[in-house]
């Protein structure tokens, strides 16, 4: 198991009341209240602060689950003015690359409408 945009762990959460052993071998979060939470209810050998900064992504451990909840607000309907100047639109682009590197056999990403192309009929 690993996760980017970590927040609070809460997929770690899910998986520990679903009864689901799993080794966690990286996370990455840069809100520190977040870092303290995860640090204080999770164990994670591997912890990076900010996944965009990491470097080669081949040196992340690989996992066979693969969750990253990235920043929803570039890609928002409420954002649409914002989105080409803003710098978190390019985390998703870090996750695909951990996910074409790595080849985890399930990977869950954060789930917004605005990331998909807007289909015109």
């Given amino acids: 198991m690993g996760s980017d945009c970590a927040g609070m762990g809460t997929e770690l959460f899910a998986l520990q009341a679903l009864g689901v052993e799993y080794e966690h071998v990286f996370c990455s ?3 520190e209240r977040a870092v ?15 996944m965009t900064d990491r470097g ?6 690989a996992c066979d689950l693969y969750v990253c ?8 309907v409420l954002n649409l003015r ?9 985390v998703v682009d870090h996750a695909l690359e951990y996910i074409q590197t790595h080849s ?3 990977w869950v990403m ?7 192309p807007t289909q015109r009929g």
Avoid at 36 to 50: A, E, I, V
Avoid at 56 to 61: K, L, N, R, Y
Avoid at 82 to 90: A, G, L
Avoid at 110 to 116: D, Q, S, T
């Fill in 29 to 31: 979060e840069i809100d």
């Fill in 82 to 90: 914002k989105r080409q100047k803003d710098v978190r639109r390019t």
């Fill in 69 to 76: 909840s990235f920043p929803c607000q570039p890609w928002s």
């Fill in 36 to 50: 303290r939470f995860l640090r204080h209810n999770h164990s994670c050998p591997k912890y990076y602060h900010d």
């Fill in 56 to 61: 080669d992504v081949s040196a992340v451990p």
């Fill in 104 to 106: 985890p056999s399930w």
């Fill in 110 to 116: 954060e789930n917004v409408a605005g990331i998909l």
